[in-house]
């Protein structure tokens, strides 16, 4: 019998609980997969804290991972027993050993990229893909900006936007955490806790400000960005560890600034056939030419709660990853 990690109510990482699961036969346009690799997001503990209502209670969460194919349903002719897959986004229940799901969800792993790989890139790359290619068609010479750089979509961001030629700006909380976003390759590295960080923003951008911000802080991170993009410039704001995002007057991005605030949403990028379609091909082929997203750390599924409460402390960098 396989295992599953469940929630039955929002609380802190202890509400994460083992039990045994079977997913029982696959639907006729299902397909049932072992997992080998399960990525570890902050929208898992955005559910799990209650911040995000649960689909149903209790929940197996998780929206990312990577497997082998072990039975298909009637009506599916494009995967077989044997082969090696990924997914992200719905419907999430990706914690535990076997599940069943769409099989149009699935994509088939390309040859040289393991399950490590694999299974802790396809949310954090799809978010990358959405950010680089959607939200901003980033071109060469262009100025990002990329808080918490040291982190797991900050150094996939910052990798894949240096390798389409654009420059980055990274933040990070720490000096040991400037130099992961450094080796990710961003031009320049500024502490976010420095009070004069938007002074040097707009001193390395001659004064004309970023192109494209990506705010994954929140908090009032959002409000301190706005003032270092340039006129018809783009700020994403993308999490919110540091707490609940203020308001944001329409002012503030009007009409002298010429500013456009997105929030945009991974989880309905990934829900977007085309769009998925499109941004996992993209994404395996820049693993395949040599984009890297470092696993930070890693636990056994049954030590969910652990990983958890690792990602939410910010003590962990690069993706955080559950092995079965």
Request: hydrophobic residues 40%.
């Amino acid at each position: 019998m396989s295992v599953a990690i469940i929630i039955s109510k929002p609380g802190g990482p202890e509400v994460l609980k083992t039990i045994a699961f079977f997913p029982g036969e696959p639907g006729p346009d299902e397909v049932r997969i072992r997992h080998s690799v399960i990525g570890v997001n902050f929208v898992d503990i955005y559910y799990r804290s209650g911040l995000y209502p649960l689909p149903a209670s209790p929940a197996v969460p998780g929206f990312e991972g990577a497997g082998v194919v072990i039975d298909v349903g009637s009506h599916v002719r494009c995967f077989s027993p044997g082969d090696r897959v990924a997914y992200t986004g719905n419907p999430q229940g990706a914690y535990c050993e076997c599940r069943n799901i769409p099989a149009s969800r699935l994509i088939k792993i390309p040859e040289g990229i393991d399950f490590r790989t694999a299974g802790s890139s396809m949310l954090r790359g799809l978010t990358a893909h959405m950010l680089l290619h959607k939200v901003r068609n980033v071109q060469p010479g262009e100025w990002l900006l990329v808080h918490a750089a040291a982190g797991g979509l900050g150094q996939l961001v910052t990798r894949w936007a240096t390798m389409k030629g654009a420059r980055v700006i990274g933040t990070a909380s720490s000096p040991a955490r400037m130099a992961l976003a450094s080796a990710a390759g961003a031009a320049e590295v500024l502490l976010h806790t420095d009070p004069s960080w938007q002074d040097k923003v707009r001193e390395i951008t001659q004064g004309h400000g970023v192109h494209f911000a990506i705010d994954g802080i929140g908090g009032t991170m959002l409000s301190a960005t706005l003032g270092v993009v340039r006129p018809f410039g783009m700020v994403a704001s993308m999490g919110q560890p540091a707490g609940p995002i203020p308001a944001v007057p329409v002012e503030d991005l009007g009409f002298r600034r010429s500013i456009a605030l997105m929030r945009p949403s991974s989880l309905a990028y990934a829900d977007d056939a085309g769009l998925y379609r499109q941004g996992t091909t993209d994404l395996m082929a820049a693993l395949q030419q040599g984009l890297i997203n470092p696993v930070g750390a890693e636990f056994p599924l049954t030590e969910a709660w652990q990983a958890h409460a690792s990602l939410e402390s910010g003590r962990t960098t690069g993706s955080v990853i559950l092995t079965v």
